[in-house]
């Protein structure tokens, strides 16, 4: 399956030269020009990971992340910053940011900054399905126990009958 990213960025070049390069690795992108348009794309495509710029207009790409992490907790977003933005950064990473990677971006850093995202995604996937299988199998137990309880009951009434039969005889 093909993961979905949205990519954010009010430089068209950046846009266009990173969505090449993230088609290029199999993903299927998204492209919007601030955090407005981003939101509204982000609630019809449901992509899993968010790459986005954090210095735009409209709405800048830290409060993208506070909104998309509102939304959808799950949702892995990757920050990009520009020189002299780490402090920004930082401040993302405490807002739930995953990584975040320095203008210019290489295709190798993308491709690191994606791959532990997709893993995060993957590992949380891992964690839910065992957490129902878990639940699943507690309460199959639960109802064995009861069941035997059940039982154990009925033998003591039916040994009880038994013995006041006996005891009448």
């Known amino acids: 399956m093909t993961t979905r990213v949205l990519l954010v960025d009010d430089e068209p070049g950046i846009r266009k030269v990173v969505g090449i390069t993230l088609a290029d690795m199999g993903f299927e992108v ?4 601030n955090g407005l348009a981003a939101l509204e794309l982000f ?5 899993k990971v968010v ?40 401040a993302g990473l405490k807002h739930g940011a995953c990584d975040f990677i320095s203008k210019p971006a290489s295709p190798e850093i993308l491709e690191i900054a994606l791959a532990r995202a997709q893993e995060k995604i ?24 009861l069941e035997l309880e059940r039982q154990a009951v009925a033998g003591q009434a039916v040994q009880g009958l038994t013995d006041l039969m006996t005891g009448m005889a």
């Open 30 to 33: 998204l492209e919007a020009e």
């Open 43 to 47: 609630r019809a495509g449901k992509p």
């Open 51 to 90: 790459l986005t710029d954090i210095r735009m207009p409209v709405m800048d790409g830290l409060e993208l992340l506070r909104r998309i992490k509102e939304e959808s907790p799950d949702t892995e977003v990757i920050l990009v910053t520009g020189h002299g933005d780490m402090d920004m950064a930082v």
């Open 122 to 145: 993957a590992l949380r996937a891992k964690m839910r399905n065992y957490t129902e299988n878990l639940e699943v199998m507690v309460d199959q137990q639960a109802h064995k126990l």
